[in-house]
C-alpha cells in the first residue's frame, strides 16, 4: 500500500527530517528519540480513554521509530507499527523491530486490527491518494483513532504545522468528517480537543482535530 504519494515523497523521512527538521526548515522535528515519562502515560491514558484491552491487537499507523508501539507493549497491549521510512525503522529499538512493518500492514486470514491510531499522519498523504487509504484503513480496522492538524485556504490555523514541508492536506473538521464518512467510517467522536493530547495547543479553538471512528465494513 502507498501510504504517501510518491517515492520522492518517502525518501524525505529521512535522518534530517527527524534530527535536524527544525533547523532545516524540514520538519517540526529535533532529536527525536524515546521519552518514557512523555510517551509511556500517553498510550496508557489513551488505552483508558479509548478503552483498548489488553485483548486488543492495535496498529500505530505512521509509527515512525516505534516510540508508541513500545509504550503501548510496556504496559501490556498488543501493538504494532508501519511506516514508509527506511531511517526510522532502522533506528527502532532492537526489542520492537520485530512489531514494526514498512508500508504494507494487512493482518492474515482475514483479521482486522481492534484499533488503529493514526496521531499525526494523515495529512502527510496528498489529495490523491487520501480516499484509497481511509478505505484501506476501514477495511483493516473495527476502530481508528486520529488526531490531525486543521487549516483552510492552503495554511494551518496553528502556523508551526506549515513548517513541515511533507504536510498536504490542510482541511478543516468538516471536510475531514466527511472524508471518514464517504470512505467506510462511521464518526463516533469529532471535535477540537481531546482532553489526554496536545493540550499545549489548547489556546487555538480549531487548531487539531480529534477523531474516534467506527469501521462500517461487515467483514469483522
Known amino acids: ?3 504517501f504519494n510518491d517515492n520522492e515523497m518517502k525518501e524525505m523521512y ?14 517540526g522535528y529535533s532529536n527525536f528519540r524515546w521519552i518514557p515519562e512523555l510517551t509511556i502515560p500517553m498510550c496508557a491514558r489513551l488505552s483508558e480513554k479509548l478503552k483498548i484491552k489488553d485483548t486488543d491487537v492495535v496498529l500505530d499507523f505512521g509509527c515512525a521509530k516505534g516510540y508508541m508501539v513500545k509504550g503501548f507493549r510496556l504496559i501490556g497491549k498488543q501493538a504494532w507499527g508501519v511506516d514508509v521510512s527506511d531511517y526510522a525503522l532502522r533506528m527502532a529499538d532492537e526489542g520492537i523491530k520485530q512489531y514494526l512493518y514498512k508500508e504494507n500492514f494487512e493482518l492474515q486470514d482475514g483479521k482486522k486490527y481492534n484499533w488503529i491510531i ?11 491518494e487520501i480516499d484509497n487509504t481511509i478505505k484501506k484503513l ?5 476502530k481508528l483513532f486520529c488526531c490531525l492538524p486543521l487549516g483552510q485556504n492552503n495554511s ?7 513548517l513541515d ?10 471536510w475531514w468528517i466527511q472524508k471518514f464518512k464517504m470512505n467506510g467510517f462511521e464518526i463516533e467522536y469529532a471535535d477540537y480537543h481531546f482532553d489526554i493530547l496536545k493540550a499545549n495547543y489548547s489556546i487555538f479553538e480549531n487548531g487539531n482535530g480529534f477523531f474516534v471512528l467506527k469501521s462500517k465494513d461487515k467483514n469483522d
Open 1 to 3: 500500500m502507498n501510504l
Open 14 to 27: 529521512d535522518e534530517d527530517y527527524f534530527e535536524r527538521g527544525v533547523a532545516l526548515s524540514k520538519s
Open 118 to 128: 493514526a496521531k499525526d499522519v494523515l495529512e502527510h498523504i496528498s489529495h490523491e
Open 138 to 142: 476501514a477495511v483493516n480496522c473495527q
Open 156 to 162: 494551518y490555523f496553528i502556523s508551526s504545522y506549515n
Open 165 to 174: 514541508i511533507t504536510h498536504c492536506i490542510k482541511e478543516t473538521l468538516e
